[in-house]
């Protein structure tokens, strides 16, 4: 079983579309992330949520809108895509009282 | 703030070579440190961690001790296989609903035959 989840692990879209990555965890964890990865490989988190609540927004364009419906899950919309948002965006999950961050497999999201 | 400081890659190395791969970092207090790896085309993997100083994380032959007096988290391996190559990030985090994960740049391990 899968522990991190994320669908779908490539999209190419257009510039100005919008579109949205689902993340599940079956871990049992109360806290999941969004991390982006760009062209470099260089890893930055987006955000983080704890039981459905956002903790950290780091400096991240608007477009992007995390959703927590439960713990279980965190989903990221991204309006009007540009270019510049081409990158592999990683779901992640942990628990509060651990120190250890699990990664999906990633989404590789191509705008053209 | 926390950073995390990684020697300039890539790093080619003949099989059964030895392996070093360094990792400095600067922050507050006793971060827990990581060495995740990104095999081609696939996701982040946890490879081994550590969560105080003075211990020594292990896994599939590599291994790294938490040295606070030096802030390292250097990643060794005594002989590497072609199945070794991939990208290498350390990383340090904390405990508590604030955590997150600060990356180094990550570092590209070729293993040729």
Known sequence: DTAVSQTPKYLVTQMGNDKSIKCEQNLGHDTMYWYKQDSKKFLKIMFSYNNKELIINETVPNRFSPKSPDKAHLNLHINSLELGDSAVYFCASSQTSGNTIYFGEGSWLTVV | GNSVTQMEGPVTLSEEAFLTINCTYTATGYPSLFWYVQYPGEGLQLL??????????????????YRKETTSFHLEKGSVQVSDSAVYFCALSYTGANSKLTFGKGITLSVRP
């Open chain 2, 48 to 65: 081994l961690k550590a969560t105080k100083a003075d211990d020594k994380g292990s896994n599939k032959g590599f291994e790294a001790t």
